[in-house]
Structure formats: structure tokens, C-alpha cells
């Protein structure tokens, strides 16, 4: 199969690093503070920027200081990332200025976890501190797309859950 495009913009978890051990252990760190039941934050959390998944979850609590606190686990726990098949040595194949990274996490962590399973920090990461909308908005994307210097609708868009599959549309 033969794509033709400009760039690429890779979502990071579960598409370039397989951080499910650490997110699922987090989350249950923080629904069991909240006395929760961890599956039902586990339904929303994939995909979405910490703060917003708190808003869905708990819009009663401050979102900016759960957040805080549940990233602040997720930079204190690698146990259990992995590179996801491949993702290394197929983002070392791509030129450079041509592939980016947009993910729903801080910046801080996005560098965490690519170096931890040793995949190549590109020139250009955006992450949750880089935007006001949060997939399943466009906006990472499209500023992956123009930090780049790519027209968005030249670029495709690798991501495994639904806010980002419907941010990359």
C-alpha cells in the first residue's frame, strides 16, 4: 500500500507507546481517592486530556488540581511502557520535519515516555498545554499540521481512540 501525503501526525499512546499499565494503574490510584469505580473512568480516559476527562468524571472537583496530581503519578510510574511493534524504527525512517507527535498529555510526559521506549523525539510534539480544545477537537492536529508548514488536509493522522479518531477527521 502506497499513501501520499505531506506529514504525519502520530497520536502517542496506544500508537507510538503502550502506556495502558501505567494509565489503568493511575486511574485507579485516583478513582479510589474519589471512591469511584475505576472502569467507569477508565471508559472515558483514553484519549482526552486529563483536565477534560475530570470534568466528565468528577465536574464537582477542580480540574486543574486533579489533573496536577494525576499527572504528577503518571511522570512517577514507567513500569510497564512499552513501544508499541514497530513504532521506533518506522518513525526513524521518516524524514525529519515530516512527522509529529499530538497527544492529549503534558509535554513533560509525552518526552517520558518516548524516551523510556526509545523512540525518537521529533521536532515537533504538541501536547495538552499547546491548545485550549482537547480531542476530539481538531486543534492539536491542526497546529501539528502548521508547525510542520503542511496544509492539515495533506497529513494523515495515526490514532487509536475514539477523540482522536474524530479530532484527526
Not at 469511584?36 to 468524571?57: F, Y
Request: net charge negative; proline share 7%; charged share 25%.
Amino acid at each position: 500500500m502506497e499513501i501520499q501525503c505531506s506529514a504525519l501526525l502520530f497520536d502517542l499512546d496506544g500508537v507510538l507507546v503502550d502506556s495502558r499499565a501505567v494509565v489503568e494503574r493511575v486511574c485507579r490510584l485516583w478513582a479510589a481517592r474519589l471512591g469511584i469505580t475505576a472502569e467507569e473512568l477508565l471508559r472515558v480516559a483514553h484519549g482526552r486530556r486529563t483536565r477534560d476527562t475530570v470534568r466528565i468524571v468528577a465536574p464537582h472537583l477542580d480540574p486543574e488540581s486533579e489533573a496536577a496530581w494525576i499527572d504528577n503519578q503518571e511522570l512517577l510510574d514507567t513500569d510497564g511502557l512499552v513501544e508499541v511493534p514497530g513504532a521506533a524504527r518506522f518513525v526513524r525512517s521518516l524524514p525529519d520535519g515530516k512527522w509529529a507527535v499530538v497527544t492529549s498529555c503534558g509535554r513533560d510526559l509525552a518526552r517520558l515516555r518516548l524516551s523510556t521506549v526509545g523512540i525518537p523525539l521529533p521536532s515537533v510534539i504538541i501536547t495538552s498545554e499547546d491548545v485550549s480544545a482537547g480531542k476530539p477537537a481538531p486543534d492539536g492536529y491542526r497546529l501539528g499540521a502548521k508547525r510542520l508548514r503542511f496544509d492539515p488536509a495533506s497529513c494523515v493522522v495515526f490514532v487509536d481512540a475514539p477523540p482522536g479518531i474524530a479530532a484527526g477527521l
